[in-house]
């Protein structure tokens, strides 16, 4: 997901690698996200509006629940994204999922919808209260709202004991938010939901743990994507020394250390419009 404020541009970019990314990402989180949506009271025949569709695995996971008798249409603004989801959508067999080339803030279609969902996207806004107001628009009284979004706060204090990988998660959190990103957008989902004229959320929040090679990649995959965001805010990667070698190091930190090192954390948030 991108927006069209210059000053809260993705900063993740849209390239092939950052897509490769958000794919792997995708599948760890799937369970989670999965579990989040049914509890919510997303299911078969719903139509549903999905924000910040990347490409497209948010999008294709709702559909699932919804079957081939709902609907899910999914807003991005990036055109190359779209095209990628399209692609993977049709790839997945797929019918029941359209994307709207759009910025999530100018968000328009064809509703009322049954739900609005969204992962990883309110954080990257200017102003995630408007552009939840302008959602709910969108949807039917009754209709669900659900987002799942990021706490730091958490993540860094249980990386505390991994020191290379707290250095990584430490050098994410400051790039991402002097691009403008909030990190602990999650827990203020309590309050956003409420200014926007919703009932106070029911929240829970997972945080998945790992220490294999699969796991440990996310670090250097994230901080890939960030690169070029590094180098604009001023910031360096030298804490974290040899670059090519920093897999390698934060598989045996976590190997040796006999314990699991944490992702960021999920904070789901869902409500019911009046």
């Known amino acids: 997901m991108s927006t069209n404020n210059p000053s809260s541009s993705y900063a993740l970019g849209n390239t092939n690698t950052e897509h490769e990314r958000l794919i792997w990402q995708a599948a760890l989180l799937a369970p989670y996200t999965e579990r989040f949506f049914r509890e919510a009271g997303i299911g078969p025949g719903q139509r549903i509006l999905e924000l910040g569709s990347g490409v497209g695995d948010v999008a294709m996971l709702t559909a699932r629940l919804v079957g081939p008798s709902g609907m899910v249409v999914g807003i991005e603004r990036d055109g190359s994204s779209i095209a990628r989801a399209t692609a993977r959508v049709a790839e997945a067999g797929l019918r029941n999922v359209t994307f709207i080339q759009s910025d999530v803030s100018e968000a328009a279609s064809n509703g009322p919808f049954d739900g609005a969902v969204g992962r990883f996207i309110l954080e990257f806004v200017p102003d995630p209260l408007a552009v939840l107001r302008r959602v709910l628009r969108l949807v039917r009284p009754g209709g669900i709202v659900a987002f799942q979004e990021p ?42 939901f409420q200014d926007a004229g919703l009932h106070a959320p029911t929240m829970r929040m997972d945080i998945p743990l790992g220490a294999d090679p699969n796991f440990t990649r996310w670090i250097c995959d994230l901080l890939c994507s960030l690169r070029p965001q590094i180098q604009k805010q001023n910031l360096s990667l030298e804490s974290l020394g040899d670059f090519d070698t920093l897999p390698e190091r934060l598989r045996s930190e976590a190997a040796t250390s006999g314990t699991v090192v944490p992702f960021v954390a999920l904070v789901a948030a869902w409500s019911h419009r009046t």
Do not use: C, K
């Open 151 to 192: 706490s730091y706060t958490p993540f860094l204090s249980l990386s505390t004991n991994s020191p290379l990988w707290f250095a990584g998660v430490s050098l994410i959190q400051e790039t991402l938010q002097r691009a403008g990103a909030n990190t602990d957008i999650g827990l203020a989902l309590h309050r956003i």
